[in-house]
């Protein structure tokens, strides 16, 4: 079935930097946005970054953006998340999301999502 | 940014009664030109990630049960499950998708009463 599956977390100090990746499969990969969503121990969710079907647009959310890049690569049907300049507060399972629309940007639910990798930034 | 407001913030029905969540944005997600409302709910069971519910404010994805139903327009929307079963127990979050940022109610507990 569809799937998207996310790589990277780990515990990190504050002010460092960590890449995750996510691998999606079972799907027209190069047909959809891709979403990465976080979710705090306990709390809500928050919407990290989208990249459009194509990866030519690039959108962010307030609290991450300017220490966040969101890619991918089409050919291997990957998603990365780089991240730098860590801080505790961005401790949080980090969900890898399919987009819902075909040949969308940021205009999209959220529909196949992976299991998280989880993001410890800690002294 | 569009802040969504979900409420109650838990709630717990019978087996088979009516669960009733509503979830109320600061403005407006409705877009006129496509005459629909950017509104997706998802349900989030312990240990889980989210699933995808109901897109443009009522629509039901495949498979989802149709116990569940989606209503409302513009700024005030709701969730109903009609016979609420033991494995509909979660967390249940509205979400718009009309603007960046992407922006999530704070969430529903759903419980047995």
């Known amino acids: 079935q569809v799937q998207v599956v996310e790589s990277g977390g780990g515990v990190v100090q504050p002010g460092k930097s960590l890449r995750l990746s996510c691998a999606a499969s079972r799907f027209t990969f190069n047909n959809y946005a891709m979403h990465w969503v976080r979710q705090a121990p306990g709390r809500g969710l928050e919407w990290v970054a989208s990249i459009s079907y194509d990866g030519s647009e690039t959108f962010y959310g307030d609290t991450v953006k300017g220490r966040v890049t969101i890619s991918r690569d089409n050919s291997k049907n990957t998603v990365l998340l780089q991240m730098t300049g860590l801080r505790v507060e961005d401790t949080a399972v980090f969900f890898c999301?399919?987009?819902?629309?075909?040949?969308?940007?940021?205009?999209?639910?959220?529909?196949?999502w992976g299991q998280g990798t989880k993001v410890i930034v800690s002294s | 940014d569009t802040v969504m407001t979900q409420s109650p913030d838990s709630l717990a029905v019978s087996l088979g009664e009516r669960a009733t969540i509503n979830c109320k944005s600061s403005q407006s997600v409705f877009y006129s030109s496509r005459n629909k409302n950017y509104l997706a709910w998802y349900q989030q069971k312990p240990g889980q990630p989210p699933k995808l519910l109901i897109y443009?404010?009522?629509t039901r994805e495949s498979g989802v049960p149709d116990r569940f139903s989606g209503s409302g327009s513009g700024t005030d929307f709701t969730l109903t499950i009609s016979s609420l079963q033991a494995e509909d127990v979660g967390l249940y979050f509205c979400q718009q998708y009309l603007t960046t940022p992407l922006t999530f109610g704070g969430g529903t507990q759903v419980e047995i009463k």
């Open positions: 443009w404010a009522s």
């Open positions: 999301v399919k987009g819902f629309f075909e040949h969308s940007s940021s205009i999209d639910a959220f529909h196949i």
